[in-house]
């Protein structure tokens, strides 16, 4: 072999050694990033699942807060999710919070007001009820359900009246019931005559409450009574209450009707009425009114009565005026008419139970964020509504639509509406407001809808930075507005 030849031989070897060591290199650093991209994969799939159980322990915290809001026995059945990598021993209920640890971090939630209960922590989907009580709310599957938390009853002196409630199993075990009876009136008595059973899953039961009064017995007269539910893993205690009005029969000055009984929204004013009737036999005079109890604020203009003559009757009219915001529940007040003697036989008194309901309004949603234009810029579609509710269906009745005519240079009239594909409003329209009166539309609940809900005009109403915003009426007179939508 000559000079040459092992010279290019060695060059050969040198040159595959290279090779070798630059392949070793590339191997280990792509090992090396394998390795980081797996870790941040890891890393990241961890991150969303604590992700995902801080969006569930704060969706049912809002849950609780918004139902103890509506007032004792209010009720709603909440979804949510448990992610994977929950610690389930962990995990539930803890004085005003919900808490999921998930891969050993803990996640919480915390209502405004005190929880009760045990709810499913196994990772997927769960539904539970939440329940409003008198201070406290129960979250979980089992509950006790009453068809009303107020027993009222109007009476006479030495008379005897009935009221009942009925009491429902919602949970999948048994569920033994005690009533405790707190009441301590002397001249009107109260008892319950079934003071202890047992419900099976989904059972009911009536339970009769039996009020007399004696001969001294006079005006109103509140007492409670509780329910002491005992399920297998669980205990549950319900407040109720129990009130007897026992009216004294007058000579002459009596209002009509004893009792009335209403449901309003928070920002209402009403005009009421009622009678104010002399069924004796000597003309009443001065008769003035006053109002007392939790409404003695709402109630206004009910001027004084100068003379009512024998066997005659004046109807009186009153407002109700419901500040906006007010909080829902029950409350009670009463109207009093006495004359210029108020020696008790020219005293009569109407009682007033006023509860203060959600309207429609507050169970709707709206969403502009899908909102898109179609139809060479002439119809703006796929707008959100959605029934918060899951108790109850919403009916839309009227629109508004306003606005757009601000900035459009078109001269676009409003020529249709459509809610979920069906033709509501078909008529053209100028940009007024006035409600354009709709072919009644019900949104079931818990429904949400989007796809195909339009706003069709006859011209361009995307060329000149037009905006909207929408108005809708239910079937209850309220209303909800939407914020303004610009494209």
């Known amino acids: 072999m000559n000079l040459l030849e092992r010279y290019l031989k060695k060059q050969r070897g040198q040159q595959a050694m290279e090779l070798l ?5 590339i191997l280990i650093t792509v090992i090396v990033i ?7 994969t890891i890393d990241f799939n961890k991150q969303q699942l604590i992700i995902q159980g801080e969006d569930s322990v704060s969706y049912l915290a809002q849950a609780a807060d918004d139902v103890y809001r509506q007032g004792n026995g209010a009720k709603r ?8 990598g929950i610690n389930e021993s962990k995990s539930g209920v803890e004085g005003k919070s919900f808490v999921f640890n998930v891969l050993g971090t803990d996640v919480y939630s915390t209502s405004k007001v005190r929880l009760t209960g045990k709810i499913p922590t196994s990772p997927g989907g769960h539904f539970i009820w939440m329940t409003a009580h008198e201070n406290y709310v129960y979250a979980g599957t089992e509950n006790i359900e009453v ?20 009491v429902t199993n919602n949970g999948t075990d048994g569920a033994t019931i005690v009533l405790t009876n707190n009441w301590t009136n002397e001249d009107v008595d109260f008892e319950i005559d079934d003071e202890s059973f047992i419900l099976g899953p989904d059972e009911s039961q009536l339970i009769n409450l039996i009020y007399s009064s004696n001969n001294v017995a006079e005006g109103a007269y509140l007492g409670l009574f509780k329910l002491n539910v005992s399920f297998p893993a669980k205990t ?3 407040t109720l209450t129990a009130n007897a009005d026992v009216l004294i029969p007058v000579t002459n000055l009596t209002l009509f009707p004893s009792q009335k009984v209403q449901n309003v929204f928070d920002d209402t004013n009403d005009m009421n009425s009622f ?13 003035f009114y ?23 009757c004046f109807t009186n009219n009153y407002y109700l005026n419901v500040e906006q915001g007010q909080e829902l529940g029950t409350y009670i007040g009463a109207i009093e008419a006495t004359d210029e003697f108020g020696k008790g036989e020219n005293t009569d008194s109407m009682s007033l139970i006023v509860s203060v309901v959600p309207s429609m309004s507050d169970d709707f949603g709206f969403d502009w964020s899908t909102a898109e234009f179609s139809g060479a810029g002439k119809k703006l579609t796929t707008w959100g509504i959605t029934n918060k509710s899951l108790v109850r269906n919403l009916e839309i009745t009227k629109m508004k639509v306003r606005k757009w005519s601000e900035r459009d240079a078109d001269d676009a009239l409003l020529n249709k509406i459509k809610l979920k594909n069906s033709d509501v409003f078909e008529e053209n329209s100028e940009d007024a407001d006035v409600w354009h009166e709709i072919t009644p539309f019900t949104l079931d609940e818990g429904e949400s809808t989007s796809i ?5 005009f006859t011209s361009f109403i995307n060329d000149d930075e037009e905006e909207f915003y929408l108005v809708f009426g239910f079937s209850d007179g309220s209303s909800y507005t939407t914020t303004i939508y610009t494209p």
């Open 275 to 287: 009678q104010t009737c002399n069924n004796g036999n000597a003309v009443l005079e001065n008769i």
């Open 34 to 40: 394998l390795i980081q991209t797996s870790q941040s």
């Open 236 to 238: 549950e205690e319900l």
């Open 21 to 25: 060591v630059l392949l070793a290199v």
């Open 77 to 84: 059945k909440v979804f949510y999710i448990v992610p994977q």
């Open 452 to 456: 195909n809900n339009m706003l069709e």
């Open 147 to 166: 068809d009303k938390f107020n027993s009222f009853v109007t009476m006479l002196r030495n008379d005897v009246v009935f009221d009942s409630i009925t």
């Open 290 to 312: 006053s109002v007392s109890g939790d409404i003695s604020s709402w109630i206004s203009g009910i001027p004084n009565l100068n003379t009512l003559s024998p066997g005659t």
